[in-house]
């Protein structure tokens, strides 16, 4: 017991590093189209560095759901190659201690690594996708003209559409604008002027766009006249104070629920709605892929075992490639659940089982010595899998 105590102690200190290593390698790929928008802003709009650096951490929980279970399996599938590939796996049989033993401080260290990632997916994401607006509105209060982009309409205020041909960004000057204002019921207005201006109204989410030398459009949809004004000078007032409100009283989309609105919403909503399922599917999406890092990491041992004549950096493209499977299965998960075909909790945890299942496969062999025929264990899985679902009911005969 004391060898193997220190053992487990042994291994466990060595996922560490890689862990960490691919946690920070992870999140700097994923957040890369992330950083160009930020890093936009701060070239052309001046917003400071404390918040392109808020920006980006409230940008981590998202990412980390699913960079926590790849940095997992990477971790495992790199550290048993190192020790395989050094003779350290060898040895470790020779003494009479089997792979099976090794089993414990992979799976205190996935589970450590899962319990963080739930945590992520319950309370981090909605957190951070509604810190992110806020600290956007506030972004917009100090300069405004960041949301708004050349050649493209921009919707962002209820009632109001409008679309810029050219933006000035640091004078907040504007040429060739159109505008349409529906905010007052039963008349439709269209706004054209060649040139603009857009500053703060001295009231928090309000501004002001100043347009010179247009021309207003306006539409009576009950009595169908239309009228045509010029002007020389035009004030249009734009309020984001409804947004801010809506964000203070909590997203409504599913994906940024907290967990408590989220259950609330399944029981509040008829099973017969569209909607229904896609609050179903993220509610087992939070919990599902984060408890991927278990089968992944279950996974990872006897692919590191078998990878040991491989080269070490080989391990990167055998993790990748077995995550890309994983998302793959995920996805169609996903599509079967929403066609109605199985149900979204076998949609999502069912990658899971085929993961895990793959994992206790290649375990038994590698611990066995034993080859592994991809094509009798391939056709294995599928038949198990087909009567998990037709045990459970879920699949829908076509």
Same mark, same amino acid.
């Given at each position: 017991?004391?060898i193997n105590a220190i053992i487990h102690r042994y291994l466990f200190?060595?996922?560490?590093?890689?862990?960490?290593?691919?946690?920070?390698?992870?999140?700097?790929?994923?957040?890369?189209?992330?950083?160009?928008?930020?890093?936009?802003?701060?070239?052309?709009?001046?917003?400071?560095?404390?918040?392109?650096?808020?920006?980006?951490?409230?940008?981590?929980?998202?990412?980390?759901?699913?960079?926590?279970?790849?940095?997992?399996?990477?971790?495992?599938?790199?550290?048993?190659?190192?020790?395989?590939?050094?003779?350290?796996?060898?040895?470790?049989?020779?003494?009479?201690?089997? $792979?099976?033993?090794?089993?414990?401080?992979? +799976?205190? #260290?996935?589970?450590?690594?899962?319990? /963080?990632?739930?945590?992520? !997916? %319950?309370?981090?994401?909605?957190?951070?996708?509604?810190?992110?607006?806020?600290?956007?509105?506030?972004?917009?209060?100090?300069?405004?003209?960041?949301?708004?982009?050349?050649?493209?309409?921009?919707?962002?205020?209820?009632?109001?559409?409008?679309?810029?041909?050219?933006?000035?960004?640091?004078?907040?000057?504007?040429?060739?604008?159109?505008?349409?204002?529906?905010?007052?019921?039963?008349?439709?207005?269209?706004?054209?002027?060649?040139?603009?201006?857009?500053?703060?109204?001295?009231?928090?989410?309000?501004?002001?766009?100043?347009?010179?030398?247009?021309?207003?459009?306006?539409?009576? $949809?009950?009595?169908?006249?239309?009228?045509? +004004?010029? #002007?020389?000078?035009?004030?249009?007032? /734009?309020?984001?104070?409804? !947004? %801010?409100?809506?964000?203070?009283?909590?997203?409504?989309?599913?994906?940024?629920?907290?967990?408590?609105?989220?259950?609330?919403?399944?029981?509040?909503?008829?099973?017969?709605?569209?909607?229904?399922?896609?609050?179903?599917?993220?509610?087992?999406?939070?919990?599902?892929?984060?408890?991927?890092?278990?089968?992944?990491?279950?996974?990872?041992?006897?692919?590191?075992?078998?990878?040991?004549?491989?080269?070490?950096?080989?391990?990167?493209?055998?993790?990748?490639?077995?995550?890309?499977?994983?998302?793959?299965?995920?996805?169609?998960?996903?599509?079967?659940?929403?066609?109605?075909?199985?149900?979204?909790?076998?949609?999502?945890?069912?990658?899971?089982?085929?993961?895990?299942?793959?994992?206790?496969?290649?375990?038994?062999?590698?611990?066995?010595?034993?080859?592994?025929?991809?094509?009798?264990?391939?056709?294995?899985?599928?038949?198990?899998?087909?009567?998990?679902?037709?045990?459970?009911?879920?699949?829908?005969?076509?």
């Amino acid at each position: 017991m004391k060898i193997n105590a220190i053992i487990h102690r042994y291994l466990f200190r060595e996922l560490i590093p890689p862990f960490l290593i691919n946690l920070v390698f992870f999140s700097f790929v994923f957040l890369m189209h992330r950083i160009l928008d930020i890093a936009n802003m701060i070239v052309n709009y001046q917003v400071s560095g404390l918040a392109f650096g808020l920006m980006l951490l409230y940008s981590m929980p998202y990412f980390l759901v699913y960079i926590i279970p790849m940095s997992v399996m990477m971790s495992v599938l790199l550290t048993f190659i190192r020790m395989a590939g050094d003779s350290e796996i060898t040895a470790l049989k020779a003494g009479g201690v089997s $792979l099976y033993q090794l089993l414990p401080p992979v +799976i205190c #260290f996935g589970s450590l690594c899962t319990a /963080l990632a739930v945590f992520m !997916a %319950v309370y981090g994401m909605p957190w951070g996708a509604n810190a992110y607006r806020m600290l956007a509105l506030d972004v917009a209060q100090s300069s405004f003209d960041v949301g708004l982009q050349e050649k493209q309409f921009n919707d962002s205020f209820e009632g109001v559409t409008f679309y810029v041909n050219q933006i000035t960004p640091k004078e907040g000057r504007l040429r060739d604008v159109f505008i349409e204002d529906q905010r007052r019921a039963g008349i439709s207005s269209t706004v054209v002027a060649p040139r603009g201006h857009i500053f703060e109204s001295g009231e928090k989410y309000s501004f002001v766009l100043r347009l010179y030398d247009g021309t207003i459009n306006q539409v009576d $949809l009950d009595s169908r006249q239309a009228h045509t +004004i010029r #002007f020389d000078t035009y004030d249009l007032h /734009l309020d984001l104070k409804n !947004a %801010v409100s809506d964000l203070q009283e909590g997203g409504t989309d599913e994906k940024e629920m907290r967990y408590e609105e989220l259950t609330a919403a399944i029981e509040q909503t008829p099973e017969s709605s569209p909607h229904y399922c896609s609050l179903l599917l993220e509610l087992h999406k939070k919990f599902a892929i984060p408890f991927a890092g278990l089968a992944l990491a279950v996974l990872g041992v006897p692919l590191g075992v078998r990878s040991a004549s491989n080269r070490r950096s080989a391990g990167l493209g055998i993790g990748l490639f077995a995550f890309f499977l994983y998302y793959l299965l995920l996805s169609g998960g996903m599509v079967l659940a929403e066609a109605g075909i199985c149900s979204p909790a076998a949609g999502m945890w069912a990658p899971n089982g085929i993961t895990g299942a793959a994992g206790v496969y290649l375990l038994i062999k590698a611990a066995n010595d034993r080859p592994v025929r991809l094509v009798h264990a391939a056709g294995g899985l599928f038949r198990a899998l087909a009567r998990t679902f037709a045990k459970s009911g879920q699949l829908v005969q076509l």
